[in-house]
């Protein structure tokens, strides 16, 4: 009795054997080649299927065994590693056949939390937990964990973990776009960290890149032998829409078996690995050709079909972009269709207001137009530290304060300062790997992280630990920062203050920040007359031997309307510092 084809693209383990599938429309022959043929380059030959596929099984073929496909074109044979292998010896090595479905997720059924309860943490795996010359794998990474959920962090986003181009990487270099990277310990050690990570209570967001492939160890080039003009073939544009930043690698986006691999791709790691989130990268150059002027249509609609497909079906999953434009149309329905997308114009308002030397250069105008967002709150992530915003000449905020003395009071107070406003303000917030120790110089994914900085800067991971608590509500007298409301109520550009409201439709928490030298007495509009109790003042001394400990008292609010709210109080606040009150 014969027995029906394997559905599905790829190396799929059967029972005693493996079936095999890839598309490779312009090849004469197609075989499969591995350790379990002697690496034959003509035994097990597949058979032409509709569309350009070719499909055949393999007897005694096995999860482990290593293959490669053996492509004939115009005579010349093509060794290619599969475009969908899970797992690879390396970026220039062989494909490994894997089980997808013999991982044990041990009744694995965490939901990711609210978007509005969110706290993110991203990470780079080469460099959170690494010896200097080892590239980390994902191992080390878990064995963090708990730092991280008694950070109260409940998001981590890992910078991407597919298969790039020797073993020290950013990551956003793809040569096998399904593959996990070998280095850091391949797909079944990446579930084994989403696994426990769901056990600590923290989701799991991974950055996927779909703007370009490679350009270097990349397979996928000329796969099957076809090019025109000198391009990339079958996987790729062909014309000036192939061109990236990063390599001349955009994948053809209209071509439906591209679109599919693309959007196969990004569900991987939903369906497959767990994850909670994905965080796309550098959209702007996925829906068009050059970042400015000419669309790509075919592009919009493969974001908007993924999302919208995780969205039905999955609609705690969050999704965001890179963007950098915050164009409303990234986070439509009828757009992209992403949950969220990272706020450029938040982060580059907050550092300049934390960097620049001079008090009177800074401006709470600025910050008043940040702080709010537009529309829903939850649409955009913002931060103070992100692996763009720290490298390539770009340092991190405690250095680019103060460079002579990146530890020193003035660094400590206003990169905390920057911290705090991004943990209070409207949206989803995010921190970058040792912010919380105040990490200096700059990220690079050679230099792993100086881990001796989280016990020499104790008070100050304190300091983020409470405000994560407060940001998630974790104490009970915070719901407001979780609300999707904001108000400002005072602002002052020559005092340097400004104070805002965030609340729930019932629940309020009042933000004072004095972004000046010297300690400030300032009325804040409130929702409601009665005692306020101070939940947080960054300028307390258990946060840092540094800091002066200015007093900051609980306030009996009055009715007398200040900043359209119906009552007020006046709150005494320390230098270059942020306080949060709410009802007692």
Not at 16 to 31: I, K
Not at 219 to 244: C, E, M, P, V
Not at 412 to 438: N, Y
Not at 549 to 555: K, M, N, Y
Request: proline share 5%; net charge negative; charged share 20%.
């Amino acid at each position: 009795m014969t027995q029906p084809r394997a559905t599905g693209i790829g190396s799929m383990p059967l029972d005693g054997r493996t079936a095999f599938r890839v598309w490779a429309p312009h090849a004469e022959a197609v075989a499969v080649a591995g350790n379990f043929n002697d690496w034959s380059a003509d035994r097990h030959l597949l058979e032409r299927e509709d569309g350009g596929h070719w499909y055949g099984e393999v007897e005694g073929a096995a999860p482990g065994d290593e293959y490669k496909y053996v492509i004939t074109t115009d005579g010349e044979q093509l060794h290619r590693v599969d475009p969908r292998a899970r797992a690879v010896t390396n970026s220039v090595g062989n494909g490994i056949i894997y089980d997808r479905d013999a991982f044990d997720w041990q009744g694995d059924s965490f939901t990711t939390p609210n978007h509005n309860e969110l706290v993110i943490y991203e990470t780079h795996i080469g460099s959170f937990v690494a010896e200097e010359g080892d590239p980390g794998d994902i191992a080390t990474l878990a064995s963090r964990l708990g730092y991280l959920k008694d950070l109260g962090i409940n998001a981590i986003e890992l910078m991407p973990v597919a298969e790039f181009a020797g073993d020290y990487s950013w990551g956003y270099n793809p040569a096998h776009p399904f593959a996990v990277e070998a280095s850091y310990g391949g797909p079944d050690r990446l579930k084994a960290f989403v696994r426990a990570a769901h056990q600590h209570g923290i989701a799991v967001i991974v950055d996927v890149v779909l703007n370009h492939f490679g350009p270097s160890d990349l397979s996928l080039w000329q796969f099957d032998g076809a090019s025109d003009n000198g391009k990339g073939g079958i996987y790729f544009y062909q014309d000036d829409r192939s061109h990236t930043p990063w390599g001349d690698t955009r994948p053809d986006y209209g071509r439906e078996e591209v679109r599919q691999y693309c959007r196969d791709n990004a569900l991987m790691w939903i369906e497959e690995f767990h994850m909670d989130g994905l965080r796309f990268d550098a959209t702007l150059y996925i829906r068009t050709v050059s970042g400015i002027g000419t669309d790509i249509p075919e592009g919009w609609a493969l974001m908007r079909d993924i999302n919208l497909s995780i969205r039905q079906e999955l609609p705690s999953k969050i999704l965001i972009a890179e963007d950098l434009q915050n164009d409303p149309a990234l986070t439509s329905l009828d757009g992209a269709a992403f949950n969220a997308q990272w706020d450029a114009g938040f982060v580059h308002t907050l550092r300049a207001l934390v960097t620049t030397p001079d008090d009177a250069a800074r401006s709470m105008h600025d910050l008043a137009g940040v702080i709010t967002g537009q529309g829903d709150p939850w649409d955009r992530i913002i931060y103070s530290e992100s692996h763009d915003e720290v490298a390539n000449g770009k340092l991190r905020v405690p250095h680019e304060i103060d460079a002579d003395n990146p530890t020193g009071w003035p660094a400590q107070k206003r990169a905390t300062l920057a911290t705090a406003i991004a943990l209070t303000s409207a949206g989803i917030p995010m921190l970058f790997q040792g912010q919380e120790f105040l990490e200096d110089e700059w990220f690079r994914d050679t230099v792993p992280l100086d881990w001796e900085r989280a016990e020499a800067f104790r008070d100050i991971v304190r300091l983020v630990r409470d405000l994560v608590a407060l940001r998630r509500n974790l104490t009970g007298a915070t719901a407001g920062l979780t609300g999707p409301h904001t108000h400002v109520t005072h602002l002052d550009d020559e005092a340097n203050t400004i104070a805002w409201i965030r609340a729930t439709d019932t629940e309020a928490a009042c933000v004072v920040v004095n972004a000046s030298a010297d300690a400030r007495d300032v009325t804040v509009g409130l929702p409601h007359a009665g005692r306020w109790a101070v939940r947080f003042n960054s300028d307390a001394a258990t946060y840092s031997a540094l800091f002066g400990g200015h007093p900051t008292l609980d306030v009996d609010a009055a009715e007398s309307p200040a900043g359209e709210q119906p009552a007020s109080a006046t709150v005494s606040v320390g230098p270059y510092t942020l306080v949060v009150l709410s009802p007692a």
